[in-house]
């Protein structure tokens, strides 16, 4: 975990995997529009005849590119993959395209970055910059999965479940919130807190390694708010817990820093922390090995106080004088900053784990960090992959996406499958009755709530045809 290096790297598209991109520039803004276009095909429904080839797609202004549905996303990744490069470029893309035609066609891909949409397209010299990024993404699609196509149901999900026993499962910030613990890039998240008191021009940098280096002071400022609390976790960590108990859980690959699924009793082992945790924390003098437990620092840090290592702490004040040398002595939570290196035990486990799983969940993460994001693109095609998760993604092509929140989700299955979770919830929740809604507009798309929530679902104006009623 500890390191020196301060090295930034920019992007989730980072050259280098072992290092933390900043996620702050590159993660998907998720955000892809609940709004019904009725009568759009999906993808199983879009037949080859479907397609009709002399319909030209216009160029639309920004505004209108930020309507682009799910739908509309899957049906040019499927044409793309069933027509080829030629027949797309045909169809998609007006003769002599300017900048704002290239970045509304990347963006009909799933593909455009959030850092991508900040490229001026009115600038004649971005032009081959923008086909270059069309042409990665082209071939990105090409070389993406085709869905399943016998699972598109939450009760396939069920049954995959039930029959699996190698199953890794991708989880992100969007388990925690439940908890209070703020994600980083929602409208409650912590890029939307204002730190400047703190120090931080943009709340990323908070997690910059070389910023910590130049004033580690400005970390243990802000630090407070985000210190995860003792013992609490959610339905969906108890879920976790329970694939563990019934011996399906390969491996939880966690974004997580919160270290919450402790609180929930999974095993160690079948955690890989990709980025860290709070349960250590270490010495940042090199050759220093201290390193303890992370809770006996929570104290000094809710205090906003630097906590010194014992072994260092003579010496620090002479190495502050003489070698300006500001993190000497300090004790930093293991939770891995940008431009820090990602724990050695993710690159020990990939591998193995990605030949021997049999399906692959992720929830509450937008998958746009590598390099977790890799391992959905690196896993065998015939694998299901399953998507829980507030938005859909849109850049993946999941076999079923549950979309809602992850609670109600783990509560779903959890029933389905007739599993009791251990959690204090449980015997309430599992009174309340959970229901999927197909959303017509693309298959293998449903969502999921409770009953008491569905006149908030109801706004969204779906129209509703009732699954599954437990
Ligand atoms: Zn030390």
């Known amino acids: 975990m500890k390191t020196t290096t301060h090295q ?46 002399e319909e030209h797609v216009n160029s639309v202004s920004a505004e209108d590119r930020q309507k682009i549905e799910i739908a509309d996303v899957i049906k040019a990744r499927t044409y793309l993959k069933r027509k080829g490069v030629e027949a797309f470029l045909n169809k998609y893309l007006v003769e002599s395209p300017n900048g704002k035609d290239i970045i509304r066609l990347i963006y009909l891909l799933g593909e455009l970055t959030p850092s991508e949409t900040h490229i001026d397209y009115n600038n004649i010299r971005n032009l081959q910059k923008l086909f270059q990024i069309l042409y990665d993404a082209i071939r990105k699609v090409l070389k993406s999965r085709d869905r399943i196509k016998s699972i598109s149901l939450p009760t396939d999900i069920v049954e995959q479940i039930g029959k699996s026993k190698n199953i890794i499962v991708i989880t992100g910030a969007g388990i925690s919130t439940p908890l209070g613990i703020p994600d980083f890039r929602s409208n409650k998240g912590l890029y939307k807190f204002d730190l400047k008191k703190y120090g931080f021009k943009r709340a990323d940098e908070m997690f910059n390694y070389a910023i910590f280096k130049e004033d580690p002071a400005k970390f243990f400022r802000a630090a407070h708010l985000i210190l995860p609390e003792d013992n609490r976790y959610t339905i969906l960590h108890a879920f976790l817990k329970e694939l563990e108990s019934k011996g399906k859980l390969l491996r939880n690959y966690s974004q997580n820093i919160d270290g919450v699924e402790d609180n929930a009793g999974i095993s160690p082992e079948k955690i890989i922390r990709c980025h860290g945790s709070f349960n250590t924390a270490s010495c940042q003098t090199p050759k220093c090995t201290f390193s303890t437990d992370g809770k006996k620092i929570f104290k000094l840090m809710k205090l906003q106080e630097i906590p010194i290592c014992p072994r260092c702490a003579k010496k620090r004040p002479k190495m502050l004088a003489k070698h ?45 960090v590598s390099p977790v994001n890799e391992i959905a693109s690196k896993m065998p095609h015939h694998i299901p992959q399953i998507l829980i998760n507030k938005d859909p993604l849109l850049h993946c092509d999941f076999d079923v996406s549950l979309l809602g929140f992850s609670d109600h989700a783990a509560m779903y299955l959890a029933k389905k499958l007739k599993w009791n979770l251990n959690h204090e919830d449980f015997e309430k929740l599992r009174h309340r009755k959970y229901y999927t809604l197909e959303d017509e507009r693309a298959r293998g798309v449903h969502h999921v709530y409770e009953r008491e929530k569905m006149a908030k679902r109801q706004k969204l104006q779906l129209k509703e045809t009732i699954l599954d009623d437990i």
Not at 37 to 49: I, Q
């Open 324 to 368: 300006d040398f500001q993190t000497y002595g300090v004790i930093k939570p293991d939770i891995t900053f940008f431009g820090e290196d990602l724990p050695t035990r993710y690159f020990e486990t990939v591998d193995d784990d990605i030949e021997k799983c049999d399906l692959l969940i992720i929830i509450g993460t937008s998958l746009q």
């Open 8 to 53: 930034r790297s920019g992007s989730a598209h980072s050259k280098n995997p072992r290092k933390r991109p900043n996620i702050f520039d590159s993660d998907s803004s998720s955000d892809a529009s609940s709004e019904v276009d009725s009568g759009t095909e999906g993808e199983d429904t879009t037949s080859e005849e479907s397609f009709d080839d």
